[in-house]
C-alpha cells in the first residue's frame, strides 16, 4: 500500500456517530494554472510551498473522495466517487471505493443512504453501474436544482444516462429543494450554491462534536486563503465565491471538524488568518 492510500480510512468519531474517508482515486486532470485562472503568482507560490503535496510540476494533483457516516441511525454514504476504470476523466483514475468501503468494514448492501452533494462526475461515479443503483438497498439524495441543470445539459447526456438515469428508474431516488433539510437524524443538507446551482454540504452532529462536509464549497485550499480564487468549473462564480465566503465564516467561528474531499487529509479545521482563512490538517 502505497504513501497516498495509508492516508484513507482515517476516521473521525464524533460520539454516537463516527465519519470515515474514503479515498476513490488521486490524481491529477488539470493544471493548477488551468483550474484557476485567476490565481495571481504570489498566491501560487504560497501554495506550492504550503500544500506541496497538491503539486507535481504544473499539474495540480488532487484526492477525490467520498465519506461514509456510521450510527445508530444506520450508514450513510456522502458522495459516490469517480466510479470505476476506465473513464473520461482522470484517465488513471483508481477506482478503490469498494475497497475502502471492505477496509472500514461495510459492504455495499449496508449503505442504506446515499447523498450526493453535487451532480459532477468525480462524485457519482458509484451512484450506478450496470443500468442499476450500485448501492442495492440505498435511498439516494440530491438536489432537484441540480438533476434538472445536468438532466438538461448536453455535454452531461452519457454520464447522466449511466450513473443518474438508474437511480430514478429504480425508484430510489429522492430530489429535495435547496433549503436546509434533515435526511437522517443527525444530518442536515445545507445548501451551499455556486459551485453547481443546487450544491449542498452535509453537517453531522454526533454527541459530542460535529463535521461539515464541505462538498465543493473550496476544492484547493488556496481557496481558503482567497475566497475570490475561483475554479474554472464553477457553474456561478460570483455565487460560488459569495457562499465560500459566508461557509468559511461559520466553520472558522465553531469548533466543527471539516471533512473536504479534494482538500489535503480529508479532515481538518477552517483557520482565521487575518482577512482570510486557512486549512489545518487534523
Ligand atoms: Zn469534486
Known sequence: MDERRRQSGTSVD????????????????????????????????????????????????????????????????????LGPKPGDFLPARQGWLPSELEAAGVSPDAVEIVLLTHLHVDHIGWAAADGRPYFSRARYVASASDWVFFEAREE???VFEEKLAP????????????????TAPGIVMLP????????????VAGGEAEAVILGDVA??????????????????????????LSLLEELASEEVVVAAG?????????????????????
Open 219 to 244: 476544492v484547493h485550499p488556496l481557496q481558503l486563503h482567497d475566497p475570490n480564487l475561483a475554479y474554472v468549473y464553477e457553474v456561478d462564480a460570483a455565487v460560488a465565491a459569495r457562499t465560500r
Open 14 to 81: 464524533l460520539g454516537g456517530a463516527v465519519l470515515t474517508a474514503l479515498t476513490d482515486a488521486q490524481g491529477s486532470f488539470t493544471s493548477y494554472r488551468d483550474g484557476f485562472p485567476g490565481s495571481s503568482d504570489e498566491l501560487e507560490s504560497f501554495g506550492r510551498n504550503r500544500y506541496s503535496e497538491l503539486y507535481a510540476g504544473a499539474a495540480w494533483v488532487l484526492p477525490f473522495r467520498a465519506f461514509l457516516v456510521r450510527s445508530e441511525s444506520g450508514v450513510v454514504l456522502i458522495d459516490a466517487g
Open 156 to 158: 452531461s447526456r452519457v
Open 167 to 182: 437511480l430514478e428508474r429504480a425508484g430510489v431516488l429522492e430530489l429535495i429543494e435547496l433549503h436546509e433539510a434533515g
Open 192 to 203: 451551499t450554491p455556486g459551485h453547481t446551482p443546487g450544491h449542498m454540504s452535509v453537517r
Open 262 to 282: 479534494h482538500l489535503p487529509r480529508g479532515f481538518g479545521r477552517v483557520l482565521r488568518d487575518g482577512n482570510a482563512f486557512g486549512w489545518r490538517k487534523l
